[in-house]
């Protein structure tokens, strides 16, 4: 049978075709274990003679239709999903790692991963290189220097937006073996075919892009079932779940993925393009311009440039926090890919308490500004821009 589109994936994979009581959406079974009648049942389970749920933390019905969703649109083997975000990257890298194991991460990593490599992991006798992003010489020499087990990219990156090359990745992997871990929160199934290219596990935060009405944290890891076996046996034995409640927004939410991001790749792309010639504006970070550093990465390995436009005010610092106090239809808060319009600092919301040197080495500057345009109309979004430049834009 042909192989159905994104969208209609994204509405009818993973939900049981038979439904309890003829219901359209699949249920939230809020249940904390299974019962079973009979000790026969009992052994049939047991001796794996019938696939059926047993206790919470190892499955639940609604789960498992997202599960099966999720798996649908990455076209992977198999997936997993968590309680957020970070459980999705801690359970990979403890899942996947022992002690004496190497890894290497990109110094863009996401603040709370880079922490948790830098920070924890060594407590477990594993160690990461951090490389900067984009010298894949260095990444190789790294890898080649300590026999990493695992390298973990992201791709695009935050705040800059840069481009991971999948082609190199994955032929890096190719020489030296390692699993390749790839967090593609910011590009989303719909933006990149991140597995097709390369990568051995994906991860999401699906607090982002996947559940997409910022009501929700979620994370997921999507791979080969070899690899995605052994972080769900971590996993079980550790917690992280994600509960019926949240399976089903996720549900939900996912069932419009393909609009969302069709409209939030629009609108990204119209707010990127304004500010790209703004007199207010020093310089505009979004993928899809032909001023990003990464655009010919991006176009190669993206079909779409996602929501998420960062800029430099030419103000200082005042003036960046007076622009983000006017704003209205954007509210001030961190995560991005939701319907709502969000802007957020990164100097004083994430990195508050790195000192000016480190946010210096980051490039994290006083009038940097990262905004998630969320899915209303991009006219409404320009119009409040521009209100809150105030004189500025004049
Ligand atoms: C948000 C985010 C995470 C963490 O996800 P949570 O759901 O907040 O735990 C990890 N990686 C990236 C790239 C993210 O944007």
Same mark, same amino acid.
């Given at each position: 049978?042909?192989?159905?589109?994104?969208?209609?994936?994204?509405?009818?994979?993973? *939900?049981?075709?038979?439904?309890?009581?003829?219901?359209?959406?699949?249920?939230?079974?809020?249940?904390?274990?299974?019962?079973?009648?009979? +000790?026969?049942?009992?052994?049939?389970?047991?001796?794996?003679?019938?696939?059926?749920?047993?206790?919470?933390?190892?499955?639940?019905?609604?789960?498992?239709?997202?599960?099966?969703?999720?798996?649908?649109?990455?076209?992977?083997?198999?997936? *997993? #999903?968590?309680?957020?975000?970070?459980?999705? #990257?801690?359970?990979?890298?403890?899942?996947?790692?022992?002690?004496?194991?190497? /890894?290497?991460?990109?110094?863009?990593?996401?603040?709370?991963?880079? +922490?948790?490599? %830098?920070?924890?992991?060594?407590?477990?006798?594993?160690?990461?290189?951090?490389?900067? +992003?984009?010298?894949?010489?260095? =990444? %190789?020499?790294?890898?080649?220097?300590?026999?990493?087990?695992?390298?973990?990219?992201?791709?695009?990156?935050?705040?800059?937006?840069? !481009?991971?090359?999948?082609?190199?990745?994955?032929?890096?992997?190719?020489?030296?073996?390692?699993?390749?871990?790839?967090?593609?929160?910011?590009?989303?199934?719909?933006?990149?075919?991140?597995?097709?290219?390369?990568?051995?596990?994906? !991860?999401?935060?699906?607090?982002?892009?996947?559940?997409?009405?910022?009501?929700?944290?979620?994370?997921?890891?999507?791979?080969?079932? %070899?690899? #995605?076996?052994?972080?769900?046996?971590?996993?079980?034995?550790?917690?992280? #779940?994600?509960?019926? =409640?949240?399976?089903?927004?996720?549900?939900?939410?996912?069932?419009?993925?393909?609009?969302?991001?069709?409209? /939030?790749?629009?609108?990204?792309?119209?707010?990127?393009?304004?500010?790209?010639?703004?007199?207010?504006?020093?310089?505009?970070?979004?993928?899809?311009?032909?001023?990003?550093?990464?655009?010919?990465?991006?176009?190669?390995?993206?079909?779409?440039?996602?929501?998420?436009?960062?800029?430099?005010?030419?103000?200082? /610092?005042?003036?960046?926090?007076?622009?983000?106090?006017?704003?209205?239809?954007?509210? !001030?808060?961190?995560?991005?890919?939701?319907?709502?319009?969000?802007?957020?600092?990164?100097?004083?919301?994430?990195?508050?308490?790195?000192?000016?040197?480190?946010?210096?080495?980051?490039?994290?500057?006083?009038?940097?500004?990262? +905004?998630?345009?969320?899915?209303?109309?991009?006219?409404?979004?320009?119009?409040?821009?521009?209100?809150?430049?105030?004189?500025?834009?004049?």
């Amino acid at each position: 049978m042909k192989k159905k589109g994104l969208s209609t994936q994204a509405v009818h994979a993973g *939900e049981p075709e038979r439904q309890y009581m003829d219901s359209i959406t699949t249920p939230i079974v809020m249940t904390s274990s299974y019962t079973f009648t009979h +000790m026969n049942d009992v052994m049939d389970y047991i001796t794996k003679k019938v696939d059926r749920f047993e206790y919470g933390r190892y499955g639940n019905p609604t789960t498992a239709a997202v599960i099966k969703k999720l798996a649908a649109l990455e076209e992977a083997e198999d997936a *997993e #999903v968590f309680d957020c975000g970070m459980t999705a #990257v801690s359970c990979t890298l403890l899942g996947l790692l022992r002690s004496g194991d190497h /890894l290497v991460i990109t110094d863009d990593a996401y603040k709370k991963t880079t +922490m948790f490599c %830098e920070k924890v992991l060594p407590r477990f006798g594993i160690n990461a290189s951090v490389v900067k +992003m984009g010298d894949y010489d260095q =990444m %190789e020499h790294e890898v080649a220097k300590y026999g990493a087990k695992l390298v973990l990219s992201e791709t695009p990156t935050n705040p800059y937006l840069n !481009i991971a090359d999948m082609d190199i990745l994955s032929g890096m992997k190719e020489r030296h073996g390692f699993v390749l871990a790839v967090d593609a929160t910011f590009a989303s199934p719909v933006n990149q075919r991140t597995l097709a290219q390369g990568a051995d596990v994906v !991860i999401h935060s699906a607090t982002k892009y996947l559940g997409g009405h910022n009501d929700i944290l979620g994370g997921a890891v999507l791979g080969g079932r %070899e690899l #995605v076996e052994k972080i769900r046996d971590y996993r079980n034995t550790t917690g992280g #779940v994600m509960d019926a =409640m949240t399976s089903f927004l996720l549900l939900r939410g996912l069932k419009t993925l393909g609009i969302r991001m069709e409209r /939030l790749n629009q609108n990204g792309l119209a707010v990127a393009r304004h500010l790209d010639d703004h007199p207010a504006v020093r310089k505009v970070y979004y993928p899809g311009l032909p001023s990003h550093h990464d655009h010919e990465k991006a176009r190669k390995f993206m079909t779409g440039f996602g929501g998420v436009v960062t800029f430099e005010l030419d103000a200082d /610092l005042q003036g960046t926090m007076d622009f983000l106090s006017n704003l209205k239809l954007f509210k !001030i808060a961190p995560s991005f890919g939701g319907v709502e319009a969000l802007v957020t600092h990164p100097m004083t919301v994430s990195y508050y308490d790195h000192s000016p040197e480190e946010r210096a080495r980051l490039g994290i500057h006083d009038e940097l500004i990262r +905004m998630s345009v969320g899915i209303e109309d991009v006219e409404d979004l320009i119009d409040d821009i521009e209100q809150a430049l105030g004189e500025k834009a004049k």
